[in-house]
């Protein structure tokens, strides 16, 4: 069982955060494996290069099947993925607002979506499965990967604007959000920016701050398992534990507590794993 996440080529990484590549052989007798996925501040690809994956939204009573790959856009609820006995996939984070300048399709439409990417890509997403589909090992996925974005992003405009960058400093920084001043720095006026930040984005900025903060102490949290809760919210400018709670609770629907008891049933920490982290 393998679990990597790298970089992109550099010059892919003014579009794509990191790539996740995740392979597991589980027993058949065991249950199927199940990923608690609380909500992220995150929006990219997902190719499904063998096995299946269904995904649970609880509070939305949905169960659905997902597509061999997919575009996925900011997601508004907490979700169960449930994988099939063996599995892999390769994930693909876009940096905010760059999968709006790939698709230029206003993000609002992708929120909690997750949509077979052959509907709109077609032919080249036929042939870059095939392609990983028989990759001899995982740093050949990871160079298909590259090849492919590659092809896609060189085709887009050079033309960078102040708020193309914004999404990315309040994901680095959370809980320094103000509105008044990301939108200065957009050169935009409040009403402007939210509305332009929505269409790239998908949610709205102080939404997708709100996100990003949970989404950070969570993860600090996953590779800090010792640090207490309360050091937690204070690192991330929350008033106190309750208001860290409250949180996960609407990203998570459960307790800080019980989402990493969740957590640490997820595939990529079953015994034996191989983990790569960049």
């Known amino acids: 069982m393998v679990f990597r996440v790298i970089q992109p080529s550099p010059f892919l990484r003014q579009y794509i955060r990191s790539y996740m590549l995740c392979h597991i052989d589980v027993d058949p007798s065991l249950p199927a494996p199940v990923k608690a996925y609380p909500v992220t501040p995150e929006e990219g690809m997902t190719f499904h290069i063998r096995g299946q994956l269904r995904a649970e939204t609880p509070e939305l009573n949905l169960l659905e099947k997902r597509a061999k790959t997919v575009f996925f856009g900011c997601p508004n609820a907490r979700q169960n993925l449930i994988l099939s006995h063996e599995f892999m996939l390769a994930h693909v984070w876009f940096m905010p607002g760059a999968l709006y300048k790939l698709l230029q399709v206003p993000m609002s439409e992708f929120v909690h979506q997750n949509i077979d990417a052959e509907l709109i890509w ?15 090992d995982y740093d050949s996925i990871f160079r298909i990967l590259d090849a492919f974005f590659w092809k896609k992003t060189s085709r887009l405009s050079d033309d960078n604007r102040p708020i193309d960058r914004i999404g990315q400093l309040i994901f680095d920084n959370p809980q320094g959000f103000r509105l008044d001043k990301v939108a200065d720095q957009a050169c935009l006026s409040q009403r402007q920016f939210e509305k332009r930040f929505i269409q790239q984005v998908g949610v709205s900025p102080k939404f997708f701050a709100r996100i990003s903060r949970f989404w950070k102490a969570y993860k600090l949290k996953e590779n800090n398992p010792t640090l207490d809760w309360l050091s937690i919210a204070i690192q991330f400018g929350y008033v106190d534990v309750q208001h860290l709670v409250k949180d996960c609770r609407q990203f998570a629907n459960t307790t800080p507590n019980i989402l990493m008891k969740e957590n640490a049933q997820s595939p990529e920490f079953y015994p034996g794993i191989a983990v790569y982290r960049p």
């Open 122 to 136: 077609g032919r080249d997403i036929r042939e870059v499965n095939d392609q990983l589909a028989n990759a001899p």
